[in-house]
Structures are given as structure tokens and as C-alpha cells.
């Protein structure tokens, strides 16, 4: 079957989809989406791509910029970064505050809350404008200048960001925050705020799914043994206390975030990205999670 078709079939199979789940209401904005919104984007290295729905809308990436944050630095720093943070699954939830006491303030992996905040303080320390260059860096993923946040997300989060306050305050107390609380915070709240459709996630991506090289320009953005890295942490660590089930019902690597998207990858063949705003009990998308294992099961291939 062709990807097209495959995409045909997933679609009206997501139709007549029953499902439980509901859109995050713990960012007021995000609440005001509406659940029925739904597409899928392809790309694949060498032929072309495939879509279908919302694919082109653009939705708040939230957590999904957890993966470019720790992509941008670890172009700046280098393994001494994983001092700061490790590399294991967490088991917990995404905004879990409780490993850090005894973990002596480091964080499970960049990819929960706790993480992304350490990665944000690491970037602000390194980059002059952190907004600006981060901005900067996912127009040059995408080539879309146009890519920006959404006011009213960050606004509504900044507003209800105490827990993220707290992970900062407590690690700040283990000496694992160097900057101003303030400061990393509004950062990190700033690059969850970032609007991407799918097919603009699924052609930033494409560097995972081609050992760190920008598809269209050839450009080493950063080299095979950190994306190597990337994407073993998005293997183990993309969806939080659901990292074990992706892997066992989807087999790729991804990452997902709050505002319903998922955005995964197929080592040397393709990047796809696929928004629906209903959440299972994790936070993840429940029938993102669906159309992915689908796509692993009719195309027959996933990385396992
Ligand atoms: N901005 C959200 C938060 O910190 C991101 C969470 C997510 O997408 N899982 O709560």
C-alpha cells in the first residue's frame, strides 16, 4: 500500500473512532480548542508527502518543543549538558516534582517538565536573545519565517504556572538552576506558546529522521551521534509515564504535548506529525496515539 492510501484508511478509521479522553483544561486557553480538530502530515525522505484533515492549521506544540530546546543545546554545550540532566525514563508524570528530592534536584530526562526547565536555563545562559534565537532556529528547521507564539497561550499559562515554579524553585535550591526563577520560566512558558501545523513539525523533524541533515538544503544542523542521542530519548522518554506503551503499540521514536500533537519519526525513511486535541489520562493524544499505530501496522515497519 502507498502512504497516501495508508493515510486514506487511517482517516476513516478515525472517523468511526469512539474515544474518552478530553482536551487539557489546566491551561485555560487550551481549553477553548475545538476537540474535533484532526490531521496528519508525512514526510519522507525521498518521496515526497502525504496528508490529510487540519494539516495545515496551526496548534500550540507545547511539550513538542521540549525536543527542539534540547537539539539547540546540545549544539551549544557539550556531554557535560547530561550532568545537569540524565537520560532515564522517569515513570511519572510530566510535571512530577517528586524524583528531584531524592535525586538531588537532577532531572529524569529533558523531555519532563523538569528537564525542559533545566535546558532552558542552560540555553538562556548561552544565548543573548533566548527567545528570539530559539524562534530563529525553528524558522531555520521549517524555512517558515511566519512561525511565532500565540499570546493568549503563553499569557494563560504564565497565569497558572505554579507548578512549574515550583520544579524551578526546588532544583534551584540543589543548585541546578543558575538564572533568575522569573526568567527561565517565562522562557520555557514561551517556547510551549509556539504555533506549528503539522506539516511544519513534520519537515522541522525530518533532521531526526535523516542522522541531523535539513532535507531540503542539505544542512548538518547537528551531527549523526547526537541525533542518535535525540532520538534514543524520545525512544525511552517522549511520553512520560506512557513512554513503555507508545514503544509497544507505535515502536518510533516521538514526542507529544498538551496541545494534542505527536510528532514521530521513522529512522531513514520519515517524519510524521498528527493533531488531535482529546487526551488520554497521560496528557498524550489519544487518537494521535491511535492513527500511529496504525501507520506502524499497515506499513508493516516500525523501528522494532
Ligand atoms: N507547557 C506545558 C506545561 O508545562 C507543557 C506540558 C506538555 O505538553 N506535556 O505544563
Not at 531526526?208 to 547537528?222: E, H, P, W
Request: hydrophobic share 40%; with cysteine; proline share 4%.
Amino acid at each position: 500500500m502507498q502512504y497516501q492510501d495508508i493515510l486514506n484508511t487511517i482517516q476513516l478509521e478515525l472517523i468511526s473512532k469512539k474515544h474518552t479522553g478530553k482536551v487539557a483544561t489546566y491551561i485555560p486557553e487550551l481549553a477553548k480548542i475545538d476537540p474535533k480538530k484532526l490531521g496528519i502530515h508525512l514526510y519522507c525522505i525521498n518521496s515526497g508527502h502525504y496528508y490529510f484533515g487540519d494539516s495545515n492549521e496551526r496548534f500550540s506544540i507545547q511539550s513538542i518543543s521540549k525536543v527542539f530546546a534540547l537539539t539547540l543545546a546540545m549544539s551549544l554545550y557539550s556531554d557535560e549538558l547530561f550532568k545537569r540532566v540524565d537520560v532515564e525514563p522517569s515513570g511519572d508524570p510530566f510535571n512530577s516534582l517528586i524524583q528531584l528530592e531524592y535525586e538531588n534536584g537532577i532531572p529524569r530526562n529533558p523531555f519532563i517538565n523538569a528537564g525542559a526547565l533545566v535546558i532552558s536555563d542552560m540555553l538562556i545562559s548561552k544565548l543573548a536573545n533566548p527567545k528570539k534565537q530559539f524562534l530563529e532556529f525553528i524558522h531555520k528547521l521549517t524555512g517558515e519565517q511566519s512561525i511565532g507564539i500565540n499570546p493568549a497561550v503563553f499569557n494563560s499559562e504564565k497565569a497558572y504556572s505554579h507548578r512549574n515554579a515550583a520544579l524551578l524553585n526546588l532544583m534551584k535550591s540543589f543548585g541546578n538552576i543558575k538564572n533568575d526563577i522569573q526568567t527561565v520560566l517565562d522562557f520555557y512558558i514561551y517556547q510551549c506558546a509556539i504555533e506549528m501545523s503539522c506539516e511544519e513539525l513534520a519537515k522541522a523533524f525530518m533532521i531526526y529522521a535523516n542522522g541531523g541533515k535539513k532535507l531540503s538544503t542539505n544542512d548538518q544542523i547537528l551531527n549523526p551521534q547526537k541525533i542518535k542521542r535525540i532520538n534514543a530519548i524520545m525512544q525511552t522518554c517522549g511520553f512520560y509515564d506512557e513512554a513503555g506503551e507508545f514503544s509497544f503499540r507505535v515502536g518510533l521514536p516521538g514526542k507529544s504535548g498538551v496541545g494534542g500533537g505527536i510528532t514521530a519519526i521513522h529512522p531513514g525513511q520519515y517524519a510524521v506529525t498528527v493533531w488531535s486535541p482529546i487526551l488520554n489520562p497521560k496528557g498524550n493524544s489519544e487518537l494521535g496515539m491511535f492513527a500511529l499505530e496504525r501507520l506502524t501496522t499497515l506499513t508493516g515497519y516500525s523501528i522494532f
